[in-house]
């Protein structure tokens, strides 16, 4: 049980670590880092990936999960703009 629970925890402790890279941005970089590192924490499938790489390889899997999450907003707005023409 302690294991499962030390999983679940790979993400948000991710996360953490990078708290002190967003003292170092313009406010409103800040802001839109928290942002990205946020929605990154809502998508239960990114924490089930974080727990299949373990927490050796938690920022690359950070990494990927953050160009995903990106892929998926320009597939959205690729879309929207076909629509519009």
Known sequence: MARVEEQEKILPKEIESWSKFEYALREEDSILFKK?????????????????????NSTESLFMALIFEQQKMISKLIYKLSKVK
């Open 36 to 56: 990205m590192l946020n929605e990154c924490q809502k998508e239960e499938e990114y924490s089930k990936a974080f727990n299949t790489k373990g927490k050796y």
